[in-house]
Structures are given as structure tokens and as C-alpha cells.
């Protein structure tokens, strides 16, 4: 009968030893390793995984100055377009006990001043802003409602869309001063033209890649900047560009003006 050591010997002994020693390789391989993976990572000193960056896109330069633009914050123009909701519903009355009361009627604060075609004269020899005007997409609206394709809401519409493809040149009416530019929260890229007559042209929807900036001096016919489509309240329109004249603080059908 073999005793408990024996026992043990036999069965295990030799396959114990082994194990231990494949063990032992395993272990002094995994070191060797590490300390490998360590060497390499010294050869590239100081270089981070994050500070390697590959450029997305390259930029294109334009062929005209670029204006920095300030970013949309509030609207630099105030927009007076009038939006109506329908009188309440009134109770069913006897013939006998109705009166009549005046038509229902837009705010005051809200009325837009429409000034007739004729008081255009002070723009006789203006140029059109595009070398085609003749894809209107939605005519002026001489101080009635119409229905804003975009929003759905009625207003007056104080200016004119003409189709155009992005990045038509655009181009001043008139002789005159860039009195402002900005990003408007609505109409977007906007410059406003001032004639120094009481005239006055705004040019909205338009790129960011434009000719001028504010205060320069332009003369009718200079390229202004490009057609655009950053007018988000007239994003659901083709391409184009929407353009406005007042003369004193009063809108003027654009289309009488250009020759």
C-alpha cells in the first residue's frame, strides 16, 4: 500500500514541475513585452494622440473681400410686416339687435406705409441689382396680405423676390453709402444702401462673401455681394434675393424703380 507522499509523487509530480515552468515563461514573456511597448513609446518623445490633427477641408480663397460679418443677434432692421389672426367668433343674435361696427383693421403699430409708384422718380436712372430680373417669385404686395410660404403666417410682403441662382452677383441700384451690415436672425446676410436722397435699398438673403463693408461708397451698378440662401424666413422659396426701397420711411414697389 503506498503512502500519502508516494501517492502524490506518483499522480503529480512530474506534471506539477511543468506546470510551474511554463509558468515561469509566461511570465518572463509578458515582462519582456512591456518592457518593449516602454522603449517604443520613448522613441517618440512628447508627441500626444490628441495634438495630431489632419485638416477636414480646405478653405477657398475668394475672388472678392470678405466682410466680417457680425453674427445674428437681434434684428438691426426692425421688420413691420403685419400678421393678423381672425376676429372671435361672435354669438349667434337677433337681426334686430346687430350693429355694425368698423371693418376689422391691422394695429396702427403694425400699418405699413406704402408709397405710390410715382414718388420713385428720385431713383430715374437706378440699375436692376441682377443682370436678370425677370423671375419674380413674389411680387411686392403694395401693403396687402399675403400667406409667407415659410412660416404660414400673413403679412405684407415690402419688397420683391427675384430667382436667382447662389452666387449671382448682386449689385448696387444707385449711387451710394453702405450704411449698414449685419446678420439678421430672419432675412440673414443684409446690406442696406443709402442713396443720401431719402432713398434708401436693402438687399437681404444674401452670402457672406461680399464686396463691401459698412461705410464705403458705391456707384450704381458695383457688385455688392453674391445671391445667398440665408433668409430662414424665406427658405421654403427657390434661390433668390429679396430686395426693398423705401423713400422717406415709406415702401416703394421695387419693380418701378429698376430700368
Given at each position: ?5 508516494e ?28 518592457l ?35 453674427k445674428a ?10 400678421i ?7 354669438e ?7 350693429t355694425?361696427?368698423?371693418p ?20 430715374d436712372?437706378?440699375c436692376?441689382p ?14 396687402e ?115
Amino acid at each position: 500500500m503506498l503512502k500519502k507522499n508516494e501517492l502524490t509523487d506518483k499522480h503529480y509530480g512530474k506534471g506539477s514541475k511543468g506546470f510551474y515552468a511554463a509558468l515561469g515563461i509566461s511570465a518572463v514573456m509578458v515582462a519582456a513585452a512591456c518592457l518593449f511597448a516602454h522603449k517604443q513609446g520613448d522613441a517618440i518623445p512628447n508627441v500626444k494622440t490628441s495634438a495630431v490633427k489632419t485638416p477636414i477641408a480646405a478653405e477657398t480663397p475668394v475672388g472678392r473681400r470678405v466682410t466680417d460679418i457680425p453674427k445674428a443677434t437681434s434684428p438691426a432692421y426692425s421688420i413691420t410686416s403685419a400678421i393678423v389672426t381672425a376676429p372671435p367668433i361672435m354669438e349667434t343674435i337677433p337681426a334686430a339687435e346687430i350693429t355694425v361696427d368698423a371693418p376689422f383693421e391691422v394695429a396702427d403699430s403694425f400699418t405699413e406705409k406704402v408709397q405710390p409708384a410715382a414718388a420713385a422718380k428720385g431713383l430715374d436712372n437706378a440699375c436692376a441689382p441682377l443682370s436678370d430680373i425677370s423671375g419674380v417669385i413674389e411680387p411686392f404686395s403694395s401693403g396687402e396680405l399675403v400667406k409667407n410660404a415659410t412660416t404660414g403666417t400673413w403679412q405684407t410682403h415690402n419688397g420683391t423676390d427675384i430667382a436667382a441662382e447662389v452666387g449671382s452677383d448682386v449689385m448696387a441700384v444707385e449711387n451710394g453709402e453702405i450704411s449698414s451690415v449685419t446678420n439678421d436672425p430672419l432675412w440673414g446676410v443684409t446690406v442696406v444702401l443709402d442713396h443720401k436722397n431719402g432713398f434708401f435699398t436693402r438687399y437681404c438673403g444674401l452670402g457672406a462673401d461680399l464686396a463691401v463693408q459698412q461705410g464705403d461708397t458705391v456707384s450704381r451698378g458695383d457688385i455688392i455681394g453674391a445671391v445667398g440662401q440665408t433668409a430662414d424666413i424665406e427658405s421654403a422659396e427657390a434661390p433668390h434675393l429679396h430686395i426693398e426701397i423705401t423713400h422717406n420711411g415709406a415702401f416703394v414697389d421695387p419693380m418701378t424703380v429698376f430700368k
